[in-house]
């Protein structure tokens, strides 16, 4: 085929084959070995604290240099996912991941844990920003959000309870180092399992490389027309000849407002998230529990996270994005204004569950679902990149503020921070926000939804993306 593949029209009007589950499936394995690594930092954090081998502030380094590291992969992958390919940068960002944490399993010092910590960061910033929005490009709009909530029920429902469970099994017999070495080995058997994976059709149409995704979605159609007949095709314009689109359209007129949006919900999210639930395991410490009681809390705190992922499939794509981190957000503060006045251990685990449901479901419908539908495919990555930049800035700084907050106020002056700003973003999502459930990538950027109609070459469009 030659001129244009038309790839958006027709991968949405596929139902969802084997051939959409195989591709759901190895991008979900690959962020279940990031997001486990992720999680391990957790029963990390207060192991190396309680044998010495680091102090409460090189925790709080600790923590915060893996998101300084997750946000230079996550400006990494926004720019080399857009040039060269979704599938280029997803297989070397899970080789570097892999590579450093056999490296940090061996670090000699908590100083060389940190920069080994740095390295792996690189690894899992670029994962996630690459991994969710390949579902998106590939998902047909009825079923995008359960297919990404399945994505998120193995990159964080499961491994939330798993790296607690591993933390609790693993700490006490064998030390901390052995953590890294379970994700470490399960990267390199992804990275081979995922070496033949498909490239995103949307994109190669993008630069221009009709009939490579031509191929792909031809292949597709053939398993999906097993399954019934497939709907006509609507006449497609034929686009203009593939341009560049510079980092710089993100600020533009017609494109800041959802650039704006997107970093202001990460930067909540990974604040959120990141400054409370990954010290709680050393809250307890703090507060004169012992280590394996005090990871066995955690485990049961982390059960909330695989039940917010089983509500985010279930209500995705009823409810919608926009509504599901407004309410999700409200429910975050007025769990964690309650969560500080809990006395007895079975208050302090209901409360703990149902503030990591809350903050969970808020992760997903914001972070892997919302921000790679907001972008057109020419600029998504750069677009979820810098959203997920900013978020891990905010995860960054947030350990560090978490310490002393913790230290003057106790876990009621944690709380209360983290509410005070989950209200602030669910009132701008409110306002702002669009919704964007069971529609085109294609379309969700037109006139009428408040954006801008970002298809190049289509007519009637009175302003291309480079020029906004």
């Not at 959409?20 to 997001?35: K, N, S």
């Not at 279930?314 to 964690?336: P, Q, Y």
Request: proline share 5%.
């Amino acid at each position: 085929m030659s001129g244009y593949s038309n790839s958006g029209p027709r991968l949405d009007r596929l139902p969802l084959t084997s051939y959409h589950r195989q591709i759901m499936w190895l991008i979900a394995l690959g962020l279940l070995c990031d997001t486990f690594d992720l999680g391990i930092q957790s029963g990390v954090s207060a192991a190396v604290l309680q044998s010495h081998f680091a102090n409460f502030q090189q925790v709080g380094l600790f923590i915060s240099s893996t998101f300084a590291g997750m946000t230079i992969g996550g400006a990494m992958a926004g720019i080399v996912g857009d040039r060269y390919g979704r599938c280029f940068c997803y297989q070397f960002n899970l080789l570097i991941f892999g590579l450093a944490s056999f490296a940090a399993a061996l670090a000699p010092s908590m100083v060389w844990l940190i920069i080994f910590r740095g390295i792996i960061g690189i690894g899992l910033g670029a994962e996630i920003v690459v991994g969710y929005s390949l579902v998106a490009e590939f998902m047909p709009p009825e079923s995008r959000g359960r297919m990404t909530a399945w994505v998120v029920l193995a990159a964080i429902g499961l491994t939330s309870p798993l790296t607690a469970l591993a933390s609790y099994l693993v700490i006490p017999s064998f030390g901390w180092r052995w953590l890294f070495v379970i994700p470490a080995i399960g990267a390199m058997i992804i990275w081979y399992l995922r070496k033949d994976m498909p490239e995103s059709p949307r994109w190669l149409e993008a630069v221009g490389r009709y009939d490579e995704a031509d191929r792909i979605i031809r292949r597709m159609e053939d398993e999906a027309s097993r399954i019934g007949r497939l709907p006509a095709l609507p006449v497609a314009a034929m686009p203009a000849a593939p341009v560049a689109v510079p980092f710089s359209v993100l600020f533009t007129r017609r494109v800041i407002r959802r650039t704006l949006l997107i970093m202001i919900i990460n930067i909540g999210i990974g604040a959120g998230y990141y400054g409370f639930a990954a010290f709680i395991p050393t809250f307890f410490i703090k507060e004169g529990m012992g280590i394996a009681r005090s990871l066995s809390f955690s485990l049961i705190i982390a059960l909330g996270a695989t039940a917010a992922t089983v509500i985010a499939w279930w209500l995705s794509d009823k409810i919608g994005r926009k509504w599901g981190i407004v309410f999700s957000s409200l429910g975050v503060a007025a769990t964690g204004l309650v969560y500080p006045h809990m006395v007895q251990p079975i208050f302090i685990l209901s409360a703990g569950f149902v503030i990591m449901t809350f903050l969970t479901f808020q992760m997903a419908m914001g972070v892997t679902m919302y921000a790679p539908e907001l972008f057109p495919t020419e600029y998504r990555l750069r677009g979820n990149a810098i959203g997920n930049m900013t978020g891990r800035i905010a995860s960054m700084l947030a350990p560090a503020a978490t310490v002393p907050l913790f230290i003057k106020f106790g876990v009621s002056g944690v709380t209360v921070t983290l509410a005070s700003l989950c209200v602030v973003v669910s009132a701008i999502v409110a306002v702002f926000g669009v919704e964007t459930r069971q529609k085109s990538l294609e379309g969700i950027g037109k006139a009428g939804n408040g954006f801008p109609d970002f298809v190049k070459g289509a007519k009637g469009s009175s302003e291309s993306p480079m020029t906004g």
